[in-house]
């Protein structure tokens, strides 16, 4: 099981993340729409599946904070069992660049920057859909932000446990 360190205490992603400042209040929305289109997809099927989510919080001061977190990383904050590995964090921190990268956010930590900017992924591993072709794809979220499911449920017409919801 991954196991979350605090490494501050005023840390309201609690050490999980890349801490973005989204630039606007309306790249909120764009934000999570484009992130909606970048992840894996099988080979010959139009199944995107969601590697990264921008989540938002507030500290102490009510201030708003931002994080593009993997979803294996929202399992971390659940407290619930992942495998987030070196790849899930190459994947997401691709994704930062990107969309540092298209003016949609800016990087607040320095030593997280470094980190991002060395980051290489095979872009095989990493699909982005335009928007213009997004109707013709099937885009599944990993992890619903804000909904809480059980270890065993229905998310549509599929039965699903925990070990479903983990694998990428």
């Not at 205490?9 to 934000?31: A, E, Q, W």
């Not at 599946?49 to 593009?68: D, G, M, P, V, W």
Request: aromatic letters at 8%; charged letters at 30%.
């Amino acid at each position: 099981m991954s196991e979350i360190i605090l490494h501050n205490t005023d840390d309201v992603f609690r050490g999980v993340g890349i801490k973005v400042d989204i630039l606007n209040p309306d790249n909120f929305l764009k934000i999570k729409e484009t992130l909606s289109r970048i992840g894996i997809s099988p080979k010959g099927k139009n199944i995107l599946y969601q590697s990264c989510h921008i989540l938002h919080k507030r500290n102490t001061k009510n201030e708003s904070l931002f994080a593009i977190v993997h979803f294996k990383e929202m399992f971390m904050l659940d407290k619930k069992e992942t495998n987030f590995s070196k790849e899930d964090m190459q994947r997401r921190n691709m994704v930062c660049k990107f969309l540092e990268d298209w003016g949609l956010v800016k990087l607040l930590n320095n030593e997280e920057k470094e980190s991002v900017n060395s980051t290489i992924v095979d872009m095989t591993k990493l699909k982005i859909i335009p928007f213009a072709k997004k109707d013709q794809y099937q885009l599944v979220e990993k992890y619903t932000i804000g909904k809480k499911f059980s270890h065993v449920g229905n998310i549509g017409n599929r039965k699903v446990n925990d070990r479903d919801q983990n694998k990428e």
